[in-house]
């Protein structure tokens, strides 16, 4: 039976599309295996192309059978929408772009344009142009639809590196028994802040120090916001235990501290991250004694 029976008349054309995708979707997936999304992506066997060929299949004729090839958020499409991305980014892996993507993604209409157009005596006839047309459509709303998937999988791929970039830029370092410090490098955001506050309080808890030293020798500038999440993290280090030294200030940071009006009188600071440490020690009861010219030489 071929959607150009006499029921055909009578159905809309994303309905006979949707019928025609799961009558023939063996041959639409073997189709696409051969096509460079599938073959590239599916590299240890063909049948894994084909088997990811039907699935894409149909999906294309669930999302027919609604009658809305052109909703990029019909229900047919979340079945394959992660395996989409997967293949997605398997491409961009392999340095393939978007604009690549979609050229490939696009290419997957001609193989199945073909076989439509078999089902029909006439080709052209204009039934036959109206299937084409839906058809048309639904290979243009999944390739919408890929592109999708594939940025925002990279937007994930993306917050993920920036959460593990603001963990490795931000270490705790043991300095001496009970005394830790934070050597900050750059600009210092919200989510960055919080990075900090956590690393440093759990430093706390498994050094048992203290004394916590965040040192912003390496912080370009420090604006009321900054200064805001400072204050933060030196009160969550109080309320630890320990007793929080901020190292560092400059004399432009601090004359940027003055015209801003921010308060930082019950924060204990330091010019550098020696004297910070200094403080610390003799807290501690450690005295630092230069060494003399006659010790150095006798070693």
């Not at 394959?80 to 993507?101: C, F, K, P, T």
């Not at 998937?149 to 593990?164: D, H, K, L, N, P």
């Not at 004297?275 to 003799?282: E, K, N, R, T």
Request: charged content about 25%; proline content about 4%; some cysteine.
């Amino acid at each position: 039976m071929s959607v150009s029976d006499e029921n055909a008349e009578r159905e809309p054309a994303a309905q006979q599309v949707s019928a025609f995708l799961e009558r023939r979707r063996e041959q639409v997936a073997q189709r696409w295996a051969d096509a460079a999304l599938f073959r590239t992506v599916f590299t240890v066997s063909r049948d894994e192309a084909v088997e990811a060929g039907r699935s894409v299949a149909a999906a294309l004729a669930a999302v027919a059978a609604t009658g809305r090839p052109d909703d990029i958020r019909a229900p047919g499409f979340a079945a394959v929408r992660e395996q989409l991305g997967r293949m997605a980014a398997s491409r961009a892996r392999m340095g393939v772009g978007a604009d690549g993507l979609a050229d490939e993604v696009a290419a997957l209409r001609e193989p199945v344009t073909e076989l439509l157009r078999g089902e029909f005596p006439d080709p052209y006839a204009p039934e036959a142009q109206e299937c084409v047309l839906a058809l048309t459509v639904l290979m243009g709303t999944l390739r919408l639809v890929v592109l999708e998937t594939t940025v925002s999988a990279g937007e994930e791929v993306i917050a993920r590196q920036r959460e593990q970039l603001n963990e490795v830029a931000t270490p705790v370092i043991k300095l001496w028994e009970s005394t830790v410090a934070v050597p900050l490098i750059g600009t210092l955001d919200s989510a960055r802040s919080q990075v900090v506050m956590e690393s440093l309080l759990d430093a706390i808890v498994a050094e048992r120090a203290r004394f916590a030293i965040l040192d912003i020798t390496g912080v370009p500038t420090v604006d009321s916001l900054v200064a805001q999440h400072l204050m933060k993290t030196v009160a969550a280090a109080r309320l630890m235990g320990a007793e929080c030294i901020v190292s560092g200030i400059r004399p432009a940071i601090a004359q940027t501290i003055v015209h801003l009006g921010i308060d930082l009188g019950t924060v204990l600071t330091r010019a550098s991250l020696a004297d910070a440490l200094a403080y610390a020690l003799s807290r501690q009861g450690v005295e630092i004694a230069p060494v003399r010219a006659a010790d150095a030489g006798a070693r």
